[in-house]
């Protein structure tokens, strides 16, 4: 079974600073894709980056990075410039490759940017 | 181009009640899947329907059923309503199998 794991339930950052979400995962897949969903109060889950496993090179989408580490199982999202509009649940996801297309998320950590 | 489209945004039911949800997904996309977000969890997958047909489902109760419709939109289909089924139901759609878009999600409340 996929199990994901967000060890930080909450989380806050100053405006413009820069913040780490942490993620692990456990599985006996090699194929598989990891994703960062953003939650605002509007409930609507917005992808906020995606990575494939087979590639070693960390993800990246404009202030949005992450640290992908397969060994360690590993998966933190670095948010720099931190905005108020960044102020939302932050979910870690997991998928398989090829079997069902299903999600299995974390629980999420909460952020929220203070001005 | 309309995003995912959920209905009600609110409902609220009686134990023992039932409740359909509606989702209407993104033009030209034919997989719509449903996930639970209980209070304090993560999104917890449902069901994935494609083509008509149900293709996964996930570890549920059968009184969680669905079924979508020729022209792609889906219900979800919650019988027997317990207090525990208070969630949050997210609907998603996607062209592919990781191209993911969600609608904004009905909130049901059983009391």
């Known amino acids: 079974a996929q199990t994901v794991t967000q060890s930080q339930p909450e989380m806050s950052v100053q405006e413009a600073e820069t913040v780490t979400l942490s993620c692990t995962y456990d599985?006996?897949?090699?194929?598989?894709?990891l994703f960062w969903y953003k939650q605002p109060p509007s409930r609507q889950m917005i992808l906020v980056i995606r990575q494939e496993a087979y590639k070693q090179q960390n993800a990246t989408e404009n202030r949005f990075s992450v640290n992908f580490q397969k060994a360690a199982k590993s998966f933190s999202l670095k948010i720099s410039d931190s905005q108020l509009g960044d102020t939302a649940m932050y979910f870690c996801a997991f998928m398989k490759v090829l079997t069902g297309n299903q999600f299995y998320f974390g629980t999420g950590t909460s952020l929220t940017v203070i001005p | 181009e309309a995003g995912v489209t959920q209905s009600p945004t609110h409902l609220i039911k009686t134990r023992g009640q039932q409740a359909t949800l509606r989702c209407s997904p993104i033009s030209g996309h034919t997989s719509v899947y449903w996930y639970q977000q209980a209070l304090g969890l993560g999104l917890q997958f449902l069901l994935w329907y494609d083509e008509g047909e149900e293709r996964n489902r996930g570890n549920f109760p059968p009184r969680f059923s669905g079924r979508q419709f020729p022209n792609y939109s889906s219900e979800l289909n919650v019988n027997a309503l317990e207090l525990e089924d208070s969630a949050l139901y997210l609907c998603?759609?996607?062209?592919?199998?990781?191209?993911?878009?969600f609608g904004s999600g009905t909130r049901l409340t059983v009391v």
């Open positions: 599985t006996s897949e090699n194929n598989y894709y």
């Open positions: 998603a759609s996607s062209p592919d199998f990781y191209g993911y878009t």
